[in-house]
């Protein structure tokens, strides 16, 4: 297994740089023709984070461009059946993907409570937010 890292998708989805977006091209070709990656956790938060605020990309454009890739059957990742209720989250409740994450994953364990001061959790019915 080869780990992956946020340029090379980041350089897909943008095709911004003919060298490295062709690059990042071929990388996932092999992908898709049976080459199995790693992609960690932080690194799709670091992907979002990215296109969101350096390249001021729409979170609805992100999770279209973005989503496809990272759910590819050859790309590897904890979690992964939780992305596309995250990036549902992410667009319609207008919060950081990382509490998109968050709240995917509280709803995937059936966990109900949260500690945390971040009021974006309140907009979520189904989580608790506790101060303390």
């Known amino acids: 297994m080869i780990f992956i890292d946020s340029n090379v998708i980041i350089r897909f989805v943008l095709n911004d740089n003919p060298k490295l977006s062709a ?3 071929q990388i996932l070709k092999q992908i898709e023709n049976g080459a199995k990656v790693y992609l960690a956790p932080i690194i799709l938060a670091e992907i979002v984070y990215v296109l969101l605020k350096v390249y001021k990309l729409g979170k ?4 279209n461009k973005v989503l496809p ?3 590819m059957e050859n790309i590897n990742m904890e979690k992964k059946d939780i992305l596309p209720r995250a990036f549902e989250f992410f667009v319609s409740k207008n919060v950081d993907f990382e509490d998109a994450y ?10 109900k409570k949260l500690y945390s001061f971040d ?3 309140d907009k979520f019915p189904q989580i608790e937010r506790l101060e303390g």
């Open 23 to 25: 690059k990042s091209y």
């Open 60 to 63: 609805t454009e992100i999770k």
């Open 102 to 111: 968050l709240a995917a994953l509280m709803e995937k364990k059936q966990i």
């Open 119 to 121: 009021e974006d959790f």
């Open 69 to 71: 890739v990272v759910m």
